[in-house]
């Protein structure tokens, strides 16, 4: 798996499909528990981390 960032600098352009794939291999592999516990492993909002997960769905 390639490195995880928690939140991407204003100048990279988010892909979060790519972002959102990650954050649930972390939840999924059992390294957090949940969203709240991620945003805390993360070091970002737990708002972050909703929108990351919003946006990087398929609709």
């Known amino acids: 798996m390639s490195q995880i960032k928690g939140s991407p600098t204003k100048?990279?352009?988010?892909?979060y499909a790519e972002l959102a794939?990650?954050?649930r291999e972390l939840i999924s592999?059992?390294?957090?528990?949940?969203?709240?516990?991620?945003?805390r492993y993360l070091g970002?909002?737990?708002?972050?981390?909703?929108?990351?997960?919003q946006l990087g769905s398929p609709n």
């Open 29 to 39: 592999s059992g390294v957090c528990k949940n969203q709240a516990e991620l945003s």
């Open 44 to 53: 970002v909002s737990r708002v972050w981390v909703t929108k990351v997960f």
């Open 11 to 15: 100048k990279d352009k988010i892909d």
């Open 21 to 23: 794939a990650s954050y």
